[in-house]
C-alpha cells in the first residue's frame, strides 16, 4: 500500500538574510494508494516544493511526510523507493540510452542480467527498443521524454514523482505522452503524483486533481467535481477553458422572486430571476453583495434556445467574435462587466450588436464576495 500523506507540512525558504519565503504553508494531503494524484496552479504556487520534499530533494520547515505508513523525513532520497522525471530530464549526456537506463540498477548493485531483463522491459513498454544504443543528443525531445520515463520506471518504485515532463516538448507531443503516461499508470498500477501548470492536463490525467496557490491547497476533488462544484472562485476561474465569468451584484425580492442584479450604473443592468435551487441559495444573500459565475458554454445566443425560461435572458454588446468551427466565442460587455459565451456556430454576428443570451438554469454558482467560497 504505497499511500502518501503530507500531515501539516510547511516550506519555508530563507532569502538569505532574514527574510522568510513561505512556498509551502501547511497543507494536509492524502494520495492514495495506486492513484494518479495531479498538483496543479500557477507558477510560484508550490508545487515543485512539494514534490521535491516528498522525493527528500529539500528540507521539510514542519510538519510531516509518510510514504506507505513511514514517516520519512530522515529517510535518504534513495532509500524512500520513489522515482522523479524532471521537466529538464538530466539525462546523462555521454551515456547511451541502454546505459542512462541501467545507470541507477548499477548502483543498486543489481546483477547484470536482472538489469538487463528491466531495462528491456521497459524499452518494449515504452516503445524505445530501437534506440538503446544511442546518445541523448541524437534523440528527439519526445524520445528523451521517453528515456527520462524508461530511467524511472527500471527501479520500479513504489511512487513516481512527476514535475512537468511535458513542458519541453510540442503541443501535438504533449498530447500523445500525456495519453502515454496515463497509459503506463494503468498498466504499473502505481502510485503517481504529477505536477503541472496546465489544467488541461491536469483533468484529462488526473483520478484527483490538487489545486494549490500560494502556498495552500484550494481543493482536493476528481476532475470533474472541479468542474461542476468547485470550492471557490480561485478553482472555478481555473478550471476551464476559457474562464468562468463572474458578476458582481446584489440579491433583491420583489413579488416574492428572488433576483439577481449587477451592479451597473446604466440603466440596463443584468437582471436574473431565480429558479429552483439558485433562488434557495441566493435567498440566503437578500440585500447582501454577491459574486454570480457561470461559464462560457453555459451561456447561448437565445434565438438557439429552445423553450427558454423566462427570468434567465440577458442583452449585451458585442465587441469581439471569434469562431472555431463548431463553436464561436463571443466577447460581451454588460456595460461594466466583460464575459465570453461559447456558442453553436449558427448565427452570423456583427461587432458592437447588442445580442440576446441565455443563462442555463442550474449552471449558475454563487460565491461570497469576501471569503470568495463558494455558496450550498
Ligand atoms: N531555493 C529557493 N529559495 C528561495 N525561494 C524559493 C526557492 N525555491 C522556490 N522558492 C519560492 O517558493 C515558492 C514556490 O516555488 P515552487 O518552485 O514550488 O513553485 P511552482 O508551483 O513549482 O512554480 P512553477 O510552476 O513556476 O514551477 C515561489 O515563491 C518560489 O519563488
Ligand atoms: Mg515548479
Known sequence: MAEVVLNNLIKDYSD??????????????????????????????????????????????????????????????????????FQNYA???????????????????????EIKKRVNDAAAILGIEDLLDRKPKALSGGQRQRVAVGRAIVRKPKVFLFDEPLSNL?????????????????????????????????????????VMKDGDIMQVAEPLELYHHPANTFVAGFIGSPSMNF????????????????????????????????????????NKEIILGTRPEDISDLTTVNNPISGYAIQAKLEVSEP?????????????????????????????????????PGRIHFFDPKTKNVLK
Open 170 to 210: 510540442d503541443a501535438k507531443m504533449r498530447v500523445s505522452m500525456r495519453t502515454e503516461i496515463s497509459k503506463l499508470h494503468s498498466r504499473l498500477a502505481t502510485t503517481m503524483i504529477y505536477v503541472t501548470h496546465d489544467q488541461v492536463e491536469a483533468m484529462t490525467m488526473g483520478d484527483r486533481i490538487t
Open 91 to 113: 539525462l546523462y549526456p555521454h551515456m547511451n540510452v541502454y546505459d542512462n537506463m541501467a545507470f541507477g540498477l548499477k548502483l543498486m548493485k543489481h546483477s547484470k542480467l
Open 247 to 286: 458578476f458582481q451584484g446584489k440579491i433583491t425580492r420583489t413579488n416574492n422572486q428572488i433576483k439577481f442584479i449587477e451592479y451597473n450604473e446604466s440603466d440596463t443592468p443584468i437582471v436574473l430571476t431565480l429558479q429552483k435551487k439558485e433562488s434557495r441559495i441566493a435567498s440566503t444573500y437578500l
Open 16 to 85: 538569505g538574510k532574514k527574510l522568510k519565503i513561505r512556498a509551502v504553508n501547511n497543507i494536509n494531503l492524502k494520495v492514495n494508494d495506486q492513484e494518479f494524484m495531479v498538483l496543479v496552479g500557477p507558477s510560484g504556487c508550490g508545487k515543485s516544493t512539494t514534490l521535491r520534499m516528498i522525493a527528500g530533494l529539500e528540507e521539510i520547515s514542519e510538519g510531516s511526510i509518510k510514504i506507505e505508513n513511514k514517516i520519512v523525513n530522515n529517510v535518504l532520497p534513495k532509500d524512500r523507493d520513489i522515482a522523479m522525471v
Open 324 to 360: 472555431m468551427g463548431a463553436e464561436t466565442f463571443l466577447y460581451l460587455n454588460t456595460g461594466v462587466t466583460p464575459f465570453v459565451a461559447k456558442v453553436r456556430s449558427k448565427n452570423r454576428y456583427l461587432i458592437n450588436q447588442i445580442i440576446n443570451l441565455n443563462f442555463e
